[in-house]
């Protein structure tokens, strides 16, 4: 019998038994739009068309109307079923299927029909596959390159942690503009948030692209309002520094059902602006701290704002 994916418990399978966790009420600052615009409908249905997934969906975004409406989506590759099971996310858990060869090629037609100046491409966890997915992100890469020549690339990706390090190779050789990875929270919450994966691999995963490719620019998030302590969030931007990860990202985590981790608090914009600025202070050539930053969340500004950033920072290297 085939998984209703719109269903709860076929969709968190590994959360259906858990009790439910108190859904606390959003303050203003935090509350978005339903979408409506004609770009909107417009971005949605050329994903449709082209059979593909976005992280804007399946993750449960709140700033999908806003950035559909200007066109701008996250597509998410290798299936819409992860094989991992954090407790903060939506995207569905379970046995994924075998890749589809033929998606790097729609998602680079659905990009250069939307026009897009920048992309950005994620994927769910793929444990079961021997490089976790690495040569169909190249795949799709090279896809971009060609029939999108003039679009700059981002790609958001798992840790590989079960993979060989050609694997990681593999997607560097593939050479995005942006390598994104994401700590998620701090290492003291992974035990409950994030299980499945370890701190300080996705640590390492990070410095070790800047030393395969120092051209490429490197990107981590982490969410707060999980229980995380402040003085927790410094020191991941300190090993974040240490690993020279260029672009970092803060949102608010907002909790998606009863059945995952629950909201400790809900941090203020005051906070944020706080966080942003021992951000820059520390060393980054990009912050993006607010209730609603999210990895992609105006990631072409933002890589317009990056690369210009590096060139007055260090100008003999541009």
Same mark, same amino acid.
């Given at each position: 019998?085939?998984?209703d994916?719109k269903? =709860?418990?076929q969709?968190?399978?590994?959360?259906?038994h858990?009790?439910d966790?108190?859904?606390?009420?959003k303050?203003d600052?935090?509350?978005?739009?339903?979408?409506t615009?004609?770009g909107?409908?417009?971005?949605?249905?050329?994903i449709?068309? &082209?059979?593909?997934?976005?992280?804007?969906?399946?993750a449960?975004? =709140?700033? !999908?109307?806003?950035?559909?409406?200007?066109g701008h989506?996250?597509m998410m590759?290798?299936?819409? $079923?992860?094989t991992?099971g954090?407790t903060?996310?939506n !995207?569905?858990?379970?046995?994924?299927?075998?890749?589809? #060869?033929?998606?790097?090629?729609r !998602?680079a037609?659905a990009?250069?029909?939307?026009g897009?100046s920048?992309v950005?491409?994620t994927s !769910?966890d793929r444990?079961?596959l021997?490089?976790g997915?690495a040569?169909?992100?190249?795949?799709t890469?090279?896809?971009?390159?060609?029939?999108?020549?003039?679009?700059? $690339?981002e $790609?958001?990706t798992?840790?590989?942690l079960?993979c060989?390090?050609?694997?990681?190779?593999?997607v560097?050789?593939?050479?995005p503009d942006v390598?994104n990875?994401n700590?998620e929270?701090?290492p003291?919450l992974? =035990?409950?948030?994030?299980p499945?994966?370890?701190?300080?691999?996705?640590?390492?995963?990070?410095?070790?692209?800047?030393?395969?490719?120092?051209? $490429?620019?490197?990107?981590?998030g982490?969410?707060?309002g999980?229980g995380?302590?402040?003085q927790?969030?410094?020191?991941?931007m300190d090993?974040?520094?240490?690993?020279?990860?260029?672009?970092? +990202?803060i949102?608010q985590?907002?909790?998606p +059902?009863?059945?995952?981790?629950?909201v400790d608090?809900?941090? +203020?914009?005051d #906070?944020?602006?706080a966080?942003?600025?021992?951000?820059?202070?520390k060393g980054?050539l990009?912050?993006?701290? +607010? =209730?609603l930053?999210r990895?992609s969340?105006?990631?072409?500004d933002?890589?317009? &704002?990056?690369?210009?950033?590096?060139?007055?920072?260090f100008?003999a290297?541009?």
């Amino acid at each position: 019998m085939l998984r209703d994916l719109k269903l =709860p418990d076929q969709r968190h399978p590994e959360k259906a038994h858990k009790r439910d966790n108190f859904q606390p009420k959003k303050p203003d600052w935090i509350r978005v739009k339903a979408p409506t615009s004609v770009g909107y409908i417009k971005t949605r249905d050329i994903i449709r068309d &082209q059979k593909l997934l976005t992280v804007c969906e399946e993750a449960g975004c =709140p700033n !999908v109307g806003e950035c559909w409406s200007q066109g701008h989506a996250t597509m998410m590759i290798m299936g819409d $079923i992860c094989t991992r099971g954090c407790t903060f996310c939506n !995207v569905a858990t379970g046995k994924p299927k075998s890749l589809d #060869e033929f998606e790097p090629g729609r !998602v680079a037609h659905a990009v250069a029909e939307l026009g897009l100046s920048h992309v950005v491409i994620t994927s !769910v966890d793929r444990d079961d596959l021997v490089d976790g997915g690495a040569e169909h992100f190249a795949q799709t890469i090279r896809a971009l390159r060609r029939r999108a020549p003039n679009t700059t $690339i981002e $790609i958001l990706t798992p840790d590989f942690l079960k993979c060989p390090p050609s694997a990681l190779e593999t997607v560097v050789a593939a050479r995005p503009d942006v390598f994104n990875h994401n700590l998620e929270t701090v290492p003291s919450l992974y =035990p409950e948030v994030r299980p499945g994966a370890r701190y300080f691999t996705s640590l390492r995963l990070l410095q070790r692209v800047k030393e395969l490719d120092p051209g $490429i620019f490197t990107k981590s998030g982490i969410m707060v309002g999980l229980g995380e302590e402040r003085q927790a969030v410094a020191q991941v931007m300190d090993d974040m520094r240490a690993a020279d990860v260029d672009f970092l +990202t803060i949102g608010q985590y907002l909790q998606p +059902t009863p059945k995952h981790h629950r909201v400790d608090r809900f941090v +203020t914009p005051d #906070e944020f602006k706080a966080y942003e600025t021992a951000a820059y202070g520390k060393g980054f050539l990009m912050v993006s701290a +607010t =209730p609603l930053t999210r990895s992609s969340y105006h990631a072409g500004d933002d890589f317009a &704002q990056l690369r210009k950033a590096r060139k007055e920072k260090f100008p003999a290297k541009n």
